[in-house]
């Protein structure tokens, strides 16, 4: 049986999300027919062509000058070596506000709700961008696409609802680069996730990135992410670092032996150093060395 690629590299895969601004939007994508999505039909980007491959001459700003996906280089098309993906978060949740000012980039199709109906909506919006872009990827966190629950089995419900939306749309080209879990927007993961000192924190993690797993898998995504954005410590005075490196052990050990119930490539964001001997360590560098040479042999 062929291996699953499990690797672990320095940064996580930060991809150029193009962002073309949108006219007054008719919010159900173009191939509808007419039909309705709500309280919205037709396009989300009326006024946006697909992007073509004019070169470097052209004068127009909706085409590509250099990247020409079909141009062979060294045997391989242009799209092969350059696989842009559109980062869900960044171009669809994305608002424009930091700590320092209001947001400034609304959606017009945004009706200032977080429900299941709105997901949808900005998961419509998000294919019909990614096909008038040309590009063959996505990436995406779970409570991005899906709003969260006041439980987990409400969250995981809602995540399905819109993820089966999303296996639609995507047909058989289009698929996630990577998925991830959000582990580090809601207030319980302040202190981390797989290094939070609350075995309640800890547990919901766990079953957050095995659903994240799954439905990654489920759409065909190539990778998956583990960032720990929240992980690590601010002071050793109130710090076991020991314990808390081996319940993060035991965290990826959990997801090592489910991926190889389904099947999927790991790509952990941390710098190379600390993740080889963290991995080292804890018996994980093995299992990935000896994977990634199995499927690259």
């Given at each position: 049986m062929k291996a699953a690629k499990f690797s672990f590299f320095i940064l996580c895969l930060h991809v150029v999300s193009l962002v073309v601004i949108a006219g007054i939007p008719q919010t159900c994508p173009a191939d509808s027919s007419g039909s309705k999505c709500g309280d919205w039909a037709g396009e989300f980007f009326p006024s946006i062509p697909k992007i073509k491959y004019e070169g470097p001459s052209s004068?127009?700003?909706?085409?590509?000058?250099?990247?020409?996906?079909?141009?062979?280089?060294?045997?391989?098309?242009?799209?092969?070596?350059?696989?842009?993906?559109?980062?869900?978060?960044?171009?669809?949740?994305?608002?424009?506000?930091?700590?320092?000012?209001?947001?400034?980039?609304?959606?017009?199709?945004?009706?200032?709700?977080?429900?299941?109906?709105?997901?949808?909506?900005?998961?419509?919006?998000?294919?019909?961008?990614?096909?008038?872009?040309?590009?063959?990827?996505?990436?995406?966190?779970?409570?991005?696409?899906?709003?969260?629950?006041?439980?987990?089995?409400?969250?995981?419900?809602?995540?399905?609802?819109?993820?089966?939306l999303a296996k639609e749309l995507q047909g058989t080209k289009i698929r996630p680069l990577w998925g991830t879990a959000q582990l580090f927007m809601h207030p319980r993961y302040m202190h981390g996730a797989a290094t939070s000192s609350e075995l309640g924190v800890y547990a919901y993690a766990a079953a957050q990135v095995k659903k994240a797993m799954e439905v990654t898998h489920y759409l065909g995504g190539e990778n998956y992410v583990f960032w720990g954005g929240r992980e690590g410590y601010q002071t050793l005075l109130n710090t076991d670092m020991e314990r808390e490196l081996n319940h993060m052990a035991s965290f990826f050990e959990a997801a090592v032996a489910y991926k190889k119930k389904i099947g999927y490539n790991g790509r952990y964001d941390w710098d190379a150093a600390t993740t080889a001997n963290f991995l080292r360590k804890y018996g994980l560098l093995v299992v990935i060395v000896y994977v990634w040479h199995t499927v690259n042999m």
């Open positions: 004068k127009n700003p909706l085409a590509f000058k250099w990247y020409n996906p079909e141009e062979e280089i060294l045997g391989k098309k242009m799209k092969d070596w350059l696989r842009f993906s559109v980062a869900f978060w960044h171009t669809f949740r994305g608002t424009g506000g930091d700590p320092f000012g209001a947001p400034t980039k609304m959606w017009p199709w945004e009706d200032g709700t977080n429900s299941v109906a709105m997901a949808k909506r900005r998961m419509r919006a998000n294919f019909e961008f990614i096909d008038k872009l040309g590009v063959d990827f996505w990436c995406f966190h779970d409570r991005d696409i899906a709003p969260d629950g006041a439980t987990l089995e409400e969250a995981n419900a809602n995540l399905d609802e819109v993820i089966a």
